[in-house]
């Protein structure tokens, strides 16, 4: 049976309330953490785990903790990273709604080990439902004495707050995040210097994914090793990858690092294949910032070795023929898709998202959007196949955040692997996919 | 809380949500509150934001009007003008867009007489796409106030419009009562 860490017990009833969450083993590791444990052993124990972030951008998590600004004597905030919005991406929602304890345990444990007195939990505003049920699990927690004041005779306090969003994918970004909490726009903030020094309110801050947090209960009760035991050996522990689009179960699944994606994809246990007996034709394995790949280079890498679901061997080959692990946004299409109408909606996206600060992203989406609409309409013309790959090519590393990255990637790997298929819908001036 | 500019003010329990809301955050960072409060001020005004309600929230917080004004506008959630009782929110990325998000958006159309970003004549609903609601697995997925509508399909619409329109939904109750 593989370990679950995420997952285990998400069915149990009644799972979002203490009462149950703590029957199950709830809370330990911070009875064992504020007993036994110094600030510093935590981090060390994150840092061996290899534990990494969860949000996509995959960063070891114990390196980022030891970034914190130890010597400062201003406030240290820890914030977790709730603005769950790369499309394909829905796993936190899960966690939030089904598991409050396992993220509030996690928050406790972080903010101890970076000496943090608050911290808050940020939530993109459509999942205002979820976060309602955050914080009555907070209040819960609260009275049961695992926030507040003296949590467990330890002399150590904690306030935990939760705050909402207004819609914007760009506070995914932590830099706009912290701003947002702030109670600005969201616009990301150049760096460094890095939110370990100057965060929120210009204090040293960490900022998490939920994924990622919810892993350190599991890490502080079973020890680092046990954690890197799991998976492959730059990848370690588990991942929660949301699966959905042409497949026959669409979902969230928890997996060890390194299952091969032809199991993941055909396995009863996780997709069940593609809907209606259909042939498997792409998928953007991380969420839709990430480059696309076709059936054939997402079952095999180019060298023909399995493709697995882990960091190393979705990058393998790069971007040539690679893609990434990124947010586990897993996003299957069959052979009745449209690449170039699903690219449409990925930029139609980013141009709606973008915050607007850097000319390349501000300018650059519009501009893509506006031609994926031509070209999907029929009405594009070949040269213009060229001039989105280039645009794509000048948005990307040009911008302060990573939003215009992740608004370049989807296009110019689409024109790559799928370049005949921009080139069908000129010479057939439509849509070859309409009816 | 009385003020010059305004004849606006929130009924006592909703004061109190504010206020324990701004205490969540250090002396001197009530700014940080301005999302919150933007979210419950929208639904005290059946579900979009005046310059005069705005101007309200910059009082409660103590800092300038603009300073709301430039965020009202940064965020989706918030809406600069009137909408209707029942606002209807449907998802048009990737995701759904591949389980059929398009016909799910014609088929409200159709059935209330409207384009999507228009308020039907009665003033009871209105409709918009939005992106992303991280809900990919349940595609098509539709937002009505704080509650999401999963799995979608036609029949699903018109059971849920039927619905609606029954009881008169209004879909800006306080977000966080």
């Known amino acids: 049976m593989a370990t679950k860490i995420l997952l285990e017990n998400i069915e149990a009833p009644g799972l979002a309330t203490f009462d149950c969450y703590r029957k199950l083993g709830g809370y330990a590791s911070v009875e064992k953490a504020l007993k036994s444990l110094s600030p510093d052993s935590i981090t060390q124990e994150v840092l061996k785990s290899g534990l990494r972030g969860r949000g996509g951008a995959g960063f070891p998590t114990g390196m980022k903790w030891n970034f914190i600004d130890k010597k400062s004597d201003k406030p240290h905030y820890f914030i977790c990273n709730f603005d769950e919005s790369e499309p394909g991406t829905f796993k936190d929602r899960h966690i939030g709604q089904l598991n409050p304890h396992q993220l509030i345990e996690g928050m406790i444990l972080g903010s101890y080990a970076l000496g943090a007195r608050s911290a808050y939990i940020y939530i993109r505003g459509e999942l205002f439902?979820?976060?309602?049920?955050?914080?009555?699990?907070?209040?819960?927690?609260?009275?049961?004495g695992f926030l507040g004041e003296n949590i467990m005779g330890s002399g150590y306090s904690l306030d935990l707050y939760c705050q909402p969003g207004g819609g914007a994918y760009i506070c995914g970004e932590e830099t706009a995040l912290i701003e947002s909490l702030e109670g600005k726009r969201g616009n990301p903030r150049i760096k460094p210097p890095f939110p370990a020094l100057v965060g929120l309110y210009n204090c040293p801050t960490v900022v998490n994914n939920v994924e990622t947090i919810a892993n350190l209960?599991?890490?502080?009760?079973?020890?680092?090793d046990a954690y890197a035991a799991l998976g492959t050996l730059k990848s370690k522990g588990t991942k929660l990858i949301s699966a959905c689009g042409h497949i026959n179960k669409p979902g969230i699944y928890e997996i060890e690092l390194g299952l091969p994606v032809e199991e993941f994809i055909y396995s009863d246990e996780y997709c069940g294949g593609i809907r209606n007996g259909?042939?498997?034709?792409?998928?953007?394995?991380?969420g839709s910032s990430v480059p696309i790949l076709p059936a054939e280079l997402i079952l095999k890498t180019a060298k023909g070795e399995p493709r697995l679901l882990s960091y190393e061997s979705l990058e393998e080959g790069g971007f040539q023929t690679g893609t990434m692990l990124g947010s586990g946004g897993f996003i299957v299409m069959d052979h009745t898709a449209c690449i170039v109408k699903n690219l449409l909606t990925f930029a139609r996206f980013y141009h709606h998202e973008s915050c607007g600060q850097c000319s390349p992203c501000r300018e650059g989406t519009g501009w893509m959007e506006k031609i994926l609409r031509r070209i999907e309409a029929g009405k594009g013309s070949m040269k213009e196949i060229d001039l989105l790959a280039d645009i794509a090519k000048h948005i990307d590393g040009t911008t302060i955040c990573p939003l215009g990255d992740a608004a370049a990637w989807p296009v110019s790997s689409a024109i790559r692997h799928f370049r005949s298929e921009f080139e069908e819908h000129i010479i057939q001036q439509k849509c070859p996919f309409t009816k | 809380m009385q003020n010059e500019h305004t004849t606006i003010e929130f009924p006592p329990e909703t004061l109190a949500l504010v206020n324990?809301?701004?205490?969540?955050?250090?002396?001197?960072?009530?700014?940080?509150?301005?999302?919150?409060?933007?979210?419950?001020?929208?639904?005290?005004?059946?579900?979009?934001?005046s310059t005069e309600m705005m101007d309200y929230v910059a009082i409660l917080l103590d800092i300038q009007p603009i300073e709301v004004y430039e965020v009202a506008s940064f965020y989706s959630m918030f809406n600069l003008e009137p909408v209707g009782n029942c606002l209807i929110e449907v998802c048009q990325t990737g995701p759904c867009w591949l389980c059929g998000a398009e016909e799910i958006l014609a088929h409200f159309e159709k059935r209330l007489g409207i384009k999507s970003g228009e308020t039907t004549a009665d003033g009871r609903f209105s409709l918009k796409t939005v992106e992303c609601l991280a809900a990919c697995g349940n595609a098509p997925v539709i937002q009505v106030g704080t509650d999401y509508h999963e799995n979608l399909n036609i029949q699903k619409v018109d059971e849920l419009l039927d619905t609606w329109q029954a009881e008169n939904k209004n879909s800006h109750s306080n977000p966080y009562l």
């Open chain 1, 129 to 144: 439902y979820v976060l309602n049920i955050i914080e009555k699990a907070i209040d819960e927690a609260y009275q049961k």
């Open chain 1, 217 to 224: 209960p599991w890490i502080i009760n079973h020890g680092a």
């Open chain 1, 278 to 286: 259909n042939q498997l034709k792409a998928v953007v394995a991380g």
């Open chain 2, 20 to 49: 324990r809301i701004i205490k969540r955050y250090p002396e001197g960072r009530q700014k940080s509150a301005l999302l919150p409060l933007l979210h419950i001020a929208q639904s005290e005004n059946k579900g979009w934001l």
